[in-house]
T-cell receptor, first 110, second 116 residues
Framework: RKEVEQDPGPFNVPEGATVAFNCTYSNSASQSFFWYRQDCRKEPKLLMSVYSSGNEDGRFTAQLNRASQYISLLIRDSKLSDSATYLCVVNPGGYNKLIFGAGTRLAVHP | NAGVTQTPKFRVLKTGQSMTLLCAQDMNHEYMYWYRQDPGMGLRLIHYSVGEGTTAKGEVPDGYNVSRLKKQNFLLGLESAAPSQTSVYFC???????????????FGPGTRLTVL
């Protein structure tokens, strides 16, 4: 079993749609959680951290369920510029070493 | 403030050739990492360093060596390249002493390596 699993997609959605991505992780002792965004042929960039209480940044909402070892990302009112691959990332602890999921590809069309 | 830079951006090698990838960061970060990214797979950690003069193995270290002689630089070496090492290589850095989140990693733009 992979340490971090994501649905690879692609998710093809029209502009304005709401889309949700899910992720599960296997290490129950993991300490921190993130969503990174990766544009085609570019480096990953931090989108947002994920907290147990849930957190929101504009159109983006992230949720963490430690009991189920499940992380989600909700994007509301999708824009063309949201087209990218979204990486679920877990820090199991120790020297900030991160474990990356394979990513979920999102394509937003007019 | 350039952040994390990588050289070269692209390289084509023949099997058995050697090369060194250079990563440099100007953020005074203690920790540095080398990853490889292959289609359909997440980034996988090759080696990492928690300070000048220290290195440690990650998930997929075989066939690679690293050195961190200066705090700002982290070198990844391929002594005898193999086609299985065709990949995109990313370097990243982070600091446990950042004023914000201490576990955020900042990535370089990547090196695309093809081994024929």
């Amino acid at each position: 079993r992979k340490e971090v699993e994501q649905d690879p997609g692609p998710f093809n959605v029209p502009e304005g749609a709401t889309v949700a991505f899910n992720c599960t992780y296997s290490n129950s002792a993991s300490q921190s959680f993130f969503w990174y965004r990766q544009d085609c042929r570019k480096e990953p960039k931090l989108l947002m951290s994920v907290y147990s209480s849930g957190n929101e940044d504009g159109r983006f909402t992230a949720q963490l369920n430690r009991a189920s070892q499940y992380i989600s990302l909700l994007i509301r009112d999708s824009k063309l510029s949201d087209s990218a691959t979204y990486l679920c990332v877990v820090n199991p602890g120790g020297y900030n070493k991160l474990i990356f999921g394979a990513g979920t590809r999102l394509a937003v069309h007019p | 403030n350039a952040g994390v830079t990588q050289t070269p951006k692209f390289r084509v090698l023949k099997t058995g050739q050697s090369m060194t990838l250079l990563c440099a960061q100007d953020m005074n970060h203690e920790y540095m990492y080398w990853y490889r990214q292959d289609p359909g797979m997440g980034l996988r950690l090759i080696h990492y360093s928690v300070g000048e003069g220290t290195t440690a193995k990650g998930e997929v270290p075989d066939g690679y060596n690293v050195s961190r002689l200066k705090k700002q630089n982290f070198l990844l070496g391929l002594e005898s390249a193999a086609p299985s090492q065709t990949s995109v290589y990313f370097c990243a850095s982070s600091s446990p002493f950042s004023s914000g989140r201490t576990d955020t990693q900042y990535f370089g733009p990547g090196t695309r390596l093809t081994v024929l």
